[in-house]
Nanobody, 115 residues
């Protein structure tokens, strides 16, 4: 059974940093698209950062230059380093992986940025 488990969320002040981690199990995602999405109350879920199987990175404009996505193919993990956090970054953050066209989601980890 495929599982994606996020960790690293929490409460941080404006300008602070957090590192989110996602541990995948049940399947090898080393050659798959992996991404981070977020959803704030009342908003649609949106892509924050994604890393393609070839290593290409893609970021939402709102986080470009502040967030960095990376993966460890051996450990089957994907990490999101978030710097210079803003109150508008407050949301539930979800790990996403796609393998053979099938989407997989984690349960989410809450990030709250206080002003």
């Amino acid at each position: 059974q495929v599982q994606l488990v996020e960790s690293g969320g929490g409460l941080v002040q404006t300008g602070g940093s957090l590192t989110l981690s996602c541990q995948a199990s049940g399947s090898d995602f080393s050659d798959s698209l992996m991404a981070w999405y977020r959803q704030a109350p009342g908003n649609q879920r949106e892509m924050v950062a994604q890393i393609f199987k070839g290593g290409t990175l893609d970021y939402a404009e709102t986080v470009q230059g502040r967030f960095t996505i990376s993966r460890d193919r051996i450990k089957n993990t994907v990490t999101l380093q978030m710097n210079s956090l803003k109150p508008e970054d407050t949301a539930m953050y979800y790990c996403y992986a796609q393998k053979k066209g099938r989407p997989h989601w984690g349960q989410g980890t809450q990030v709250t940025v206080s002003s």
